[in-house]
T-cell receptor, first 116, second 112 residues
């Protein structure tokens, strides 16, 4: 149980285009989802926290107009990278948790974004 | 601010060798401490955790003890297997706020 999927697993896009990444909790309802960015040989950096039905809370230094997060249902959150540039190329990971287990996050396998 | 520091990787060991991956933390409060493992092509999975000082977390032969006096949570395994090859992340967590703060990850490669 407690599986989180991400789609796509990898995407290549041209500079200036927008890319949407989906994060789904497959067998549970996620009251909160998190989006992370992982650089090579670096830690996971929390970008934002989203609660179902409300606006995402962004970490300091993360541009909310560039990284649009929507958490429209208890099983789906999306991250849209708008007007992507090569410096946005990275590995994006989502996680999900349920209200009853605040210290437990279930992670998706990640999405590799390459912006040309 | 709070932070987690792990030993640099990659760590390369022969099968059945003893493993230690060092993790130290800086915390303003009393966090829980976690080890996550990321196998190739998969998402992070919780390996073990400890919620207070002197607690020992254990799972799949791995152990880590929450040492408040040395602000450490080192991961150990007595005899590693090839299947343990993965990236290991140490993290701290506060119930209030609910955010995980990760170390930079340590890649482990176990050779037969």
């Amino acid at each position: 149980g407690a599986v989180v999927s991400q789609h796509p697993s990898r995407v290549i896009c041209k500079s200036g285009t927008s890319v949407k990444i989906e994060c789904r909790s497959l067998d549970f309802q996620a009251t909160t989802m998190f989006w992370y960015r992982q650089f090579p040989k670096k830690s996971l950096m929390l970008m934002a926290t989203s609660n179902e039905g409300s606006k995402a809370t962004y970490e300091q230094g993360v541009e909310k107009d560039k990284f649009l997060i929507n958490h429209a249902s208890l099983t789906l959150s999306t991250l849209t990278v708008t007007s992507a540039h090569p410096e946005d190329s990275s590995f994006y990971i989502c996680s999900a948790r349920v209200l009853a287990k605040v210290d437990t996050q279930y992670f998706g396998p990640g999405t590799r974004l390459t912006v040309l | 601010g709070d932070s987690v520091t792990q030993m640099e990787g990659p760590v390369t060991l022969s099968e059945e060798a003893f493993l230690t991956i060092n993790c130290t933390y800086t915390a303003t409060g009393y966090p829980s401490l976690f080890w996550y493992v990321q196998y190739p092509g998969e998402g992070l999975q919780l390996l073990l955790k400890a919620t207070k000082a002197d607690d020992k977390g254990s799972n799949k032969g791995f152990e880590a003890t929450y040492r408040k006096e040395t602000t450490s949570f080192h991961l150990e395994k007595g005899s590693v297997q090839v299947s343990d090859s993965a990236v290991y992340f140490c993290a701290l967590f506060y119930n209030q706020g609910g955010k995980l703060i990760f170390g930079q990850g340590t890649e482990l490669s176990v050779k037969p």
